[in-house]
């Protein structure tokens, strides 16, 4: 026997504080599980624009006691809308608790995100519980344990190895470990769709808690939904909107890479609607962010030995369906249970992958053919990329409700899955 849980022997060694490291370390610590971050950037920064977390995602960090940190510097969502790239209204629907579920959907910006898991990791696991500006540059193993291999960022100088138990890889789309383990993997896979994202400060649209879908990717598809309330003491909000196009070439991925508006904006231009004028809500943007909409295909292994992957190191998908981020605290959930309810690391990393890996594979294919906002592109299709006279004469509510709760049902947060579950 090599036990792990409950304090009883080894460190878990987590590879990155992004989101899914940090909540796999606040998992651990409520299990009795040893942990230490490891992280490559010497300073934690916010990084990136807005994401969703859906009501399957939000449990698991309401029963870490973050509820009320994440509501303070969120907007709890209240409806999922849908339009045309005229402004006219295809559906519409309920959200989080206000469509009865026990938990309620978070828009927020990545970097509160990740400062609200931050600090609770501080809080709870210590000062010590983050190591920056450590690199991980591989992993060995044996029957004992494990031992993870470091490089200064700052410096480029090696680092002395740290053992433990067992090694969890949440270094995401670049994962160093990853590469380790599948080297001959080879590059991501390109949709043909390249997106741009930003935020822009302004008066609330729709009900100021709308997710916003509108136009279609042969002429331009928007996302646009609030993560910051009152942002000016005048009632202003942070809207983070994302603009999708089809493109033949695309840039290496990179959260960070700066875009430019001129590349995009003029697909935009008449989208002049009368709860929102796209274009300049999008010239009121500082900062453009450029990123392909770029995947792999799934894995048929995550688990080698004492060494595992997570979140985005585990499986990379195309950004769409507010599931990234999800999918990866999800993730940790299962890996804690796996390690509280298993002695053996071996044995308890293998059963974290048979619960895991075919589900996120198939939330991948999903992401790639049939997302949420195949709504739109349904009413595209029949329209012929035409206005509407009633919606009603194009597509029935059952059939727009129907391919909603597929695609909740993939994700893992349909209310039939969330009821009685863990």
């Known amino acids: 026997m090599d036990p792990i849980s409950r304090g009883r022997g080894g460190l878990v060694l987590i590879i990155g504080a992004g989101i899914g490291g940090l909540v796999l370390a606040l998992e651990l610590h409520d299990a009795g599980i040893p942990c230490r971050i490891y992280e490559a950037v010497p300073e934690i920064r916010p990084l990136g624009v807005g994401v969703n977390v859906l009501p399957h995602a939000s449990r698991v960090l309401c029963r870490l006691g973050l509820e009320d940190a994440l509501t303070r510097v969120s907007v709890t969502t209240r409806e999922p809308v849908f339009y045309n790239r005229f402004g006219q209204l295809i559906h519409r629907e309920p959200s989080g608790r206000y469509a009865g579920y026990d938990h309620p959907q978070f828009s927020i910006h990545r970097g509160d995100l990740q400062r609200v898991l931050l600090d609770a990791v501080y809080d709870r696991l210590g000062a010590d519980a983050v190591v920056l500006d450590h690199r991980c540059t591989g992993v060995t193993q044996d029957?004992?344990?494990?031992?993870?291999?470091?490089?200064?960022?700052?410096?480029?100088?090696?680092?002395?190895?740290?053992?433990?138990?067992?090694?969890?890889?949440?270094?995401?789309?670049?994962?160093?470990?990853?590469?380790?383990?599948?080297?001959d993997e080879g590059p991501p896979r390109y949709s043909g769709i390249n997106m741009w994202r930003g935020v822009t400060v302004g008066p609330p649209v729709l009900t100021g808690a709308s997710m916003i879908r509108a136009g279609w990717l042969d002429r331009g598809k928007m996302v646009i939904y609030p993560i910051r309330d009152d942002v000016d003491g005048r009632g202003s909000q942070l809207?983070?909107?994302?603009?999708?196009?089809?493109?033949?070439?695309?840039?290496?991925?990179?959260?960070?890479?700066?875009?430019?508006?001129?590349?995009?904006?003029?697909?935009?231009?008449?989208?002049?609607?009368?709860?929102?004028?796209?274009?300049?809500?999008?010239?009121?943007?500082?900062?453009?962010?450029?990123?392909?909409?770029?995947?792999?295909?799934?894995?048929?292994?995550?688990?080698?030995?004492?060494?595992?992957?997570?979140?985005?190191?585990?499986?990379?998908?195309?950004?769409?369906?507010?599931?990234?981020?999800?999918?990866?605290?999800?993730?940790?959930?299962?890996?804690?249970?796996?390690?509280?309810?298993?002695?053996?690391?071996?044995?308890?990393?293998?059963?974290?992958?048979?619960?895991?890996?075919?589900?996120?594979?198939?939330?991948?294919?999903?992401?790639?053919?049939?997302?949420?906002?195949?709504?739109?592109?349904?009413?595209?299709?029949?329209?012929?990329?035409?206005?509407?006279?009633?919606?009603?004469?194009?597509?029935?509510?059952?059939?727009?409700?129907?391919?909603?709760?597929?695609?909740?049902?993939?994700?893992?947060?349909?209310p039939e899955a969330l009821r009685g579950s863990d």
């Open 239 to 414: 809207i983070n909107w994302v603009a999708e196009l089809e493109m033949p070439r695309h840039v290496e991925r990179d959260w960070g890479r700066h875009g430019r508006l001129e590349d995009f904006v003029g697909a935009f231009e008449d989208w002049h609607f009368d709860w929102l004028d796209v274009p300049a809500m999008l010239r009121g943007t500082e900062l453009v962010l450029e990123y392909p909409m770029v995947d792999h295909d799934p894995l048929d292994r995550w688990t080698f030995g004492r060494v595992t992957l997570l979140g985005d190191a585990a499986h990379p998908m195309v950004p769409r369906g507010s599931n990234g981020a999800g999918q990866a605290i999800l993730d940790a959930r299962a890996l804690r249970r796996a390690l509280t309810t298993i002695d053996h690391p071996r044995s308890a990393l293998r059963a974290y992958q048979e619960q895991r890996l075919l589900i996120t594979a198939q939330v991948v294919r999903t992401n790639r053919s049939t997302p949420p906002d195949a709504i739109i592109r349904e009413v595209w299709q029949r329209t012929g990329d035409q206005p509407f006279d009633r919606i009603e004469d194009v597509i029935s509510a059952t059939e727009l409700e129907s391919i909603s709760r597929r695609y909740q049902k993939v994700a893992g947060y349909s």
């Open 143 to 183: 029957d004992h344990g494990v031992r993870a291999r470091f490089r200064c960022s700052s410096t480029g100088e090696a680092l002395p190895t740290v053992a433990g138990k067992v090694v969890v890889a949440c270094d995401g789309i670049h994962s160093t470990i990853r590469a380790q383990l599948h080297p």
